[in-house]
């Protein structure tokens, strides 16, 4: 008997076939992959957009009218509007990056829609932080996290691209913005 026709060698061959239609199709599906039913909304969606949109809301009241908004809860003549405006700014990001979190996790994306809302939040941060050094409300110091901010948010940029994915929200892979 020939060794191709011998049961065991049949039964490798088999086996082989079905590894490689496996692997085809799962390199295939990984390419171009949108789970078949992407949560459009989950308790974790749902707590992530909350908290993104109070985080964002009171983070842009505390920028706009530090004194007054910390005011609210806090001795606000203790602390400068600079330094309010620093806070507002953080936690305006913050809220940011929980919104693309929901967002990506939405749209069956996992932490992508994370990593693109750091890309965009921490190119924000670094303007705001630079916008408040120009007007004299914070201290030259602030430029430094100014810069740490834009070089992460460039690294990511470019790791996203390294893996073939915009950092554009809802931008196609490898695309631009």
Known sequence: MPPSL????????????????????????????QPASAPSSTPQIQAALFTGTYAVIFGLALCLVPQQVFGLLFAAETVSSGWIRVGGILFTLIGWQYLGTASGDREGLGA?????????????????????????????????????????AASMHLALRRSGVSSCVGGAAGGTC
């Open 6 to 33: 011998t049961p065991n060698a049949s039964k490798v061959s088999c086996a082989s076939r079905r590894l490689a239609v496996r692997v085809l199709a799962g390199a295939e599906g990984a390419a171009s992959r």
């Open 112 to 152: 992508l829609g994370f990593y693109r809302a750091t890309v965009w939040s921490r190119l924000a941060l670094s303007a705001a932080f630079g916008l408040l050094v120009a007007v004299g409300e914070s201290p030259l110091g602030l430029l430094v996290l100014s810069a740490m901010n834009l070089v992460g």
